[in-house]
């Protein structure tokens, strides 16, 4: 079975945030995730923001998207 638990490295240990149900002596197997820092996420879609402008015709691409939609071809019968 696969869960995620969290945790907290203090220490040189990792403390359990929550209950598990292991045998004592039952292995695991920990796979650390760093989550990111807040301000540099915020920089990084600030700096993207924008980056994709002029690269698609969306009012071409609602005229497609709606017209396949009304084509009578896509109708399955089961």
């Not at 945790?7 to 040189?12: D, I, N, S």
């Not at 945030?17 to 292995?27: A, D």
């Not at 698609?56 to 396949?68: G, K, T």
């Amino acid at each position: 079975m696969v869960r995620e638990i969290r945790a907290r490295f203090h220490g040189g240990r990792i403390e359990l945030l929550e209950e598990v149900s292991l045998r004592e002596g039952e292995e695991v197997i920990v796979t650390v995730k760093e989550e990111g820092d807040p301000l540099v996420s915020k920089e990084a879609f600030v700096k993207a923001a924008g980056a994709w402008k002029g690269s698609l015709d969306f009012e071409a691409y609602l005229r497609d998207l709606y017209a396949s939609r009304r084509d009578p071809g896509r109708h399955v019968n089961l």
